[in-house]
Protein backbone atom coordinates (compact mmCIF):
# COMPACT_ATOMS: atom_id res chain seq x y z
CA UNK A 1 0.00 0.00 0.00
CA UNK A 2 1.47 3.05 -1.10
CA UNK A 3 1.15 6.28 1.56
CA UNK A 4 -1.05 8.29 -1.40
CA UNK A 5 -3.89 5.33 -0.47
CA UNK A 6 -3.94 6.30 2.96
CA UNK A 7 -4.50 9.98 2.65
CA UNK A 8 -8.03 11.03 2.47
CA UNK A 9 -8.77 14.91 1.37
CA UNK A 10 -11.57 16.02 2.99
CA UNK A 11 -12.83 19.55 1.49
CA UNK A 12 -15.70 20.95 3.65
CA UNK A 13 -16.84 24.24 2.76
CA UNK A 14 -16.18 27.32 5.02
CA UNK A 15 -19.12 29.38 5.57
CA UNK A 16 -19.24 32.99 5.73
CA UNK A 17 -21.29 36.18 5.38
CA UNK A 18 -21.53 39.35 3.55
CA UNK A 19 -24.13 42.10 4.65
CA UNK A 20 -25.15 39.49 6.60
CA UNK A 21 -25.90 37.08 4.35
CA UNK A 22 -24.57 33.35 4.26
CA UNK A 23 -22.08 32.06 1.64
CA UNK A 24 -20.41 29.13 1.01
CA UNK A 25 -16.64 28.36 -0.07
CA UNK A 26 -14.33 25.82 -1.11
CA UNK A 27 -12.05 28.59 -2.08
CA UNK A 28 -10.22 29.76 1.19
CA UNK A 29 -8.42 32.54 -0.42
CA UNK A 30 -9.70 34.74 -2.97
CA UNK A 31 -9.80 38.81 -4.46
CA UNK A 32 -11.75 41.35 -2.56
CA UNK A 33 -13.50 41.77 -6.11
CA UNK A 34 -14.79 38.33 -6.39
CA UNK A 35 -16.55 38.43 -2.75
CA UNK A 36 -18.15 42.22 -3.79
CA UNK A 37 -19.28 40.83 -6.61
CA UNK A 38 -21.00 37.13 -4.97
CA UNK A 39 -22.75 39.42 -2.98
CA UNK A 40 -24.08 41.54 -6.13
CA UNK A 41 -21.76 44.46 -5.01
CA UNK A 42 -20.42 46.53 -8.08
CA UNK A 43 -16.29 46.78 -6.74
CA UNK A 44 -15.67 50.20 -8.39
CA UNK A 45 -18.04 51.32 -6.26
CA UNK A 46 -17.85 49.41 -2.96
CA UNK A 47 -14.70 47.93 -1.05
CA UNK A 48 -15.27 44.72 1.41
CA UNK A 49 -14.05 45.05 4.98
CA UNK A 50 -14.19 42.11 7.23
CA UNK A 51 -15.60 43.03 11.36
CA UNK A 52 -13.03 41.53 13.34
CA UNK A 53 -13.78 40.56 17.41
CA UNK A 54 -13.17 43.79 19.59
CA UNK A 55 -12.18 46.33 16.40
CA UNK A 56 -14.38 49.16 16.00
CA UNK A 57 -14.12 49.75 12.58
CA UNK A 58 -14.05 46.80 9.70
CA UNK A 59 -10.75 45.94 8.00
CA UNK A 60 -10.42 47.29 4.69
CA UNK A 61 -9.19 45.71 2.01
CA UNK A 62 -8.30 46.85 -1.79
CA UNK A 63 -10.63 45.35 -4.56
CA UNK A 64 -7.40 43.32 -6.03
CA UNK A 65 -6.34 41.73 -2.14
CA UNK A 66 -6.16 38.46 -1.55
CA UNK A 67 -8.44 37.45 1.32
CA UNK A 68 -8.19 34.74 3.28
CA UNK A 69 -12.02 33.35 4.32
CA UNK A 70 -12.26 31.94 7.50
CA UNK A 71 -14.86 29.43 9.14
CA UNK A 72 -17.60 32.64 10.07
CA UNK A 73 -15.84 35.64 9.02
CA UNK A 74 -17.78 38.48 8.38
CA UNK A 75 -17.74 40.88 5.66
CA UNK A 76 -19.34 44.13 4.54
CA UNK A 77 -19.05 46.20 1.65
CA UNK A 78 -18.53 49.86 1.97
CA UNK A 79 -19.52 52.48 -0.44
CA UNK A 80 -16.40 54.77 -1.30
CA UNK A 81 -18.02 57.85 -0.77
CA UNK A 82 -22.09 59.17 -0.10
CA UNK A 83 -23.24 61.87 -2.35
CA UNK A 84 -24.29 65.27 -0.10
CA UNK A 85 -28.12 64.24 -1.47
CA UNK A 86 -28.03 60.71 0.57
CA UNK A 87 -25.96 62.24 4.12
CA UNK A 88 -29.33 64.75 4.43
Given amino acids: MDDHDTIIEIRRPVEFTID ?3 Y ?9 QDLLLLAGRDPEVY ?11 PVLY ?10 L ?7 DRV ?6
Fill in 20 to 22: GRT
Fill in 24 to 32: QTLVRWQPA
Fill in 47 to 57: HLGELRQLRPW
Fill in 62 to 71: ANDEIVRIHR
Fill in 73 to 79: ARFVAIR
Fill in 83 to 88: DAREAR
